[in-house]
T-cell receptor
Framework: GAVVSQHPSRVICKSGTSVKIECRSL??????MFWYRQFPKQSLMLMAT?????????EQGVEKDKFLINHASLTLSTLTVTSAHPEDSSFYIC???????????FGPGTRLTVT | AQSVTQLDSQVPVFEEAPVELRCNYS??????LFWYVQYPNQGLQLLLK??????LVKGINGFEAEFNKSQTSFHLRKPSVHISDTAEYFC????????????FGAGTRLAVHP
């Protein structure tokens, strides 16, 4: 149990375009989901906390107008990178917190490359 | 504020040798402690956690960790490693008392050689 999926696993987009990444909790409901960014050979940096039915909470230094987060249901959160630039290229990982629980379950990650 | 320090960025070790990955944390309040493993191009998998109780915690894949409050450490150990243990290992903390966000260390790359 407690499986989190991400789609797509890899995406290449042109500079200036937008790309959407989906995070789904497959066998549990997640009131809260998290989005992390990981640069090569570095740790995970929390970008934002996404709560179902409300606005996401962004960490300091993360542009909320560039990284749009929508958590429209208890099993799906999306991250849209708007007007992507090469410096947005990174590995994006989501995690989901089971409603009423404390453990985060991580997705497999999405590799974004902006050309 | 909480912080996590993983003292070794890389740890090379031969197969079947023991290994210890070090983790120290800083916090003015009580925390929960975690170790995660990340294989290449994958998400994180929870190895083990300390919430309360016994300071020696056993996890999956033969790993264990010991919480030392006086030294604010949570070192990860395995008595005999396998090639398949080659991965990135992250130590993390969160505040006690309900759910709070995870603060990760920089990670330690464990490289097991034949």
């Amino acid at each position: 149990g407690a499986v989190v999926s991400q789609h797509p696993s890899r995406v290449i987009c042109k500079s200036g375009t937008s790309v959407k990444i989906e995070c789904r909790s497959l066998d549990f409901q997640a009131t809260t989901m998290f989005w992390y960014r990981q640069f090569p050979k570095q740790s995970l940096m929390l970008m934002a906390t996404s709560n179902e039915g409300s606005k996401a909470t962004y960490e300091q230094g993360v542009e909320k107008d560039k990284f749009l987060i929508n958590h429209a249901s208890l099993t799906l959160s999306t991250l849209t990178v708007t007007s992507a630039h090469p410096e947005d290229s990174s590995f994006y990982i989501c995690s989901a917190l089971e409603s009423g629980g404390w453990e985060q379950y991580f997705g497999p990650g999405t590799r974004l490359t902006v050309t | 504020a909480q912080s996590v320090t993983q003292l070794d960025s890389q740890v090379p070790v031969f197969e079947e040798a023991p290994v210890e990955l070090r983790c120290n944390y800083s916090s003015s309040v009580s925390v929960y402690l975690f170790w995660y493993v990340q294989y290449p191009n994958q998400g994180l998998q929870l190895l083990l956690k300390y919430l309360s109780g016994s300071t020696l915690v056993k996890g999956i894949n033969g790993f264990e960790a010991e919480f030392n409050k006086s030294q604010t450490s949570f070192h990860l150990r395995k008595p005999s490693v396998h090639i398949s243990d080659t991965a990135e290992y992250f130590c993390a903390v969160s505040l006690q008392g309900g759910y709070n966000k995870l603060i990760f260390g920089a990670g330690t790359r464990l490289a097991v050689h034949p």
